[in-house]
């Protein structure tokens, strides 16, 4: 039986790849390199898969690390680099437009000076770095839009499939147990119940969105295809999420169905004064609900007490350890050593402290925590404007931007090779319009009128001269 599953999972994969094709994308295929990197993000390293015991010789992996995975991700970044090499001038013009994003990875690579573990954390920035260069290579495709889909679909098609698979017929690999009580947890691909819901949640936003824009595309050609292999994805992602228990995903997932549902109604999200109020509409609820006791029967629904499983605790402990509160401890040092000794001798399971603010602010101060907030900001600026020529595009943004804000107030998700934190970067990075132009992709009309662009006279007069009217943004 277990054989049988394994070749209708595989023949499955096989068949929402097919269904999904496009003819007409003209993708590079450099865009491998990031879809490698983010099958590892999105389930486990290649050491985890190999040796799924663990280290037996009694070494620290957080201070050794695996040669393979080591070896791996090192040289995918080499790839990716080439990449960006090859298109300089693009990917110059995309930088010199994200200069907040810069500015905190630089400051990120200084704080290593100040850590107990300097090696250490150059190597993880080193991974760090590597998701901007992977997002870069997205970004930069000769038809971006078109990476951007695919991305979110090839990484969906593999592995929310195989964690059915591995759950139902490979407990070994689908499965863990508790530490106290020895409860199952769902982990499917993953190496944790809530990372197997973050997967969830992020490419089931992904296919909600694909599938609705083919559902209101009746004249499309395609139409039946998507729908079929999107609706595939989108159910088994809500699946998973239900039976992962895991409530920061359920949440986050609820909030980028409402932002997808409501900015696709063109007489709404064309006014941006809604588009603020939906968004920050949402994030102040999420908040409330969970720090200011303001609709808290909506948190304990989602399977959560006032403690938020014991979160709470694990904040108060994590911020007496917290020695240079402007600068931080390091880049990704707070979590090695006596520290991680400590906090793990109340919970042996701990290595983060479940929010991604708190996170940062325990390895980059005060300091790290201004220069994020930053890019926050910066990022939804860059969402906003993005509904003046691509209002499809922007939608998806704005879809992946709230929930991974709300996902970050209890878990740790702005961290190297988090999906979460991958679709963060590849929703905020500001696309120059140049840049943006070069794409072979036709582009819909925009969803928020802007009349302070006048139309280039050379531009209007070769559309009389064809026949064709267009509209300039």
């Known amino acids: 039986m277990t054989q049988l599953a394994t070749l209708v999972c595989v023949i499955g994969i096989l068949g929402l790849f097919l269904l999904n094709r496009d003819p007409k994308a003209k993708t590079s295929k450099a865009l491998w390199i990031p879809l490698i990197w983010l099958l590892i993000a999105g389930s486990r390293n290649v050491g985890e898969w190999l040796q799924p015991a663990g280290p037996t010789d009694g070494s620290d992996p957080y201070l050794e690390g695996n040669p393979i995975d080591r070896n791996i991700l090192a040289g995918l970044v080499v790839l990716g680099i080439i990449v960006l090499i090859r298109r300089r001038h693009k990917v110059v013009k995309i930088l010199s437009a994200n200069w907040p994003i810069i500015l905190f990875f630089v400051y990120c690579l200084v704080s290593i000076f100040w850590s107990d573990y300097p090696y250490v954390g150059f190597k993880r920035w080193i991974r760090f770095s590597g998701d901007v260069v992977m997002v870069l290579v997205i970004l930069s495709d000769r038809d971006w839009l078109a990476a951007r889909k695919k991305i979110l679909a090839w990484p969906a098609f593999v592995l929310l499939p195989l964690s059915i698979l591995f759950i139902r017929y490979y407990p070994q690999l689908g499965r863990s147990f508790g530490q106290w009580d020895y409860a199952v947890f769902w982990t499917g691909v993953s190496s944790t119940k809530n990372g197997l819901g973050m997967i969830s949640m992020v490419f089931g936003l992904a296919s909600a ?19 079929i292999a999107h609706g595939t994805i989108l159910a088994m992602a809500i699946y998973l999420i239900e039976m992962a228990h895991s409530a920061t995903s359920l949440a986050c997932f609820m909030l980028g169905s409402i932002v997808l549902v409501l900015t696709s109604v ?72 006596p520290r991680l000794a400590y906090m793990r001798s109340l919970d042996p399971g701990l290595n983060q402290a479940h929010n ?118």
Request: proline share 5%.
């Open 266 to 337: 063109r007489p709404l999200a064309r006014f941006p004064g809604f588009v603020h109020i939906l968004v920050w509409g949402l994030l102040f609820i999420s908040f409330s609900s969970l720090f200011l006791n303001i609709g808290s029967g909506f948190v304990e629904d989602l399977g959560r007490n006032s403690t938020l499983t014991g979160r709470t605790e694990v904040w108060s402990r994590v911020l007496t350890l917290v020695k240079n509160p402007v600068l931080g401890t390091g880049f990704e040092s707070f979590w090695i050593g």
């Open 356 to 473: 991604g603010y708190l996170e940062i602010y325990l390895n980059l101060g005060f300091v790290g925590v201004t220069l994020f907030a930053i890019v926050i900001l910066t990022g939804y600026r860059n969402i906003i404007s993005a509904f003046h020529r691509d209002a499809n595009t922007a939608r998806l943004r704005l879809m992946y931007f709230v929930p991974a804000i709300s996902f970050n107030f209890t878990e740790a998700g702005f961290k190297m090779m988090s999906p979460i934190w991958i679709l963060f970067l590849l929703s905020t990075i500001a696309l120059p319009a140049v840049a943006s132009e070069e794409s072979p992709v036709a582009r819909p009309a925009p969803l928020l009128r802007d009349r302070k662009t006048p139309v280039p006279k050379s531009r209007a007069k070769d559309a009389l001269v064809v026949g064709i009217h267009k509209r300039t943004i």
């Open 209 to 227: 969105s694909r599938f609705l824009d083919a559902f209101r595309e009746r004249q499309d050609t395609n139409r039946m295809r998507v729908l």
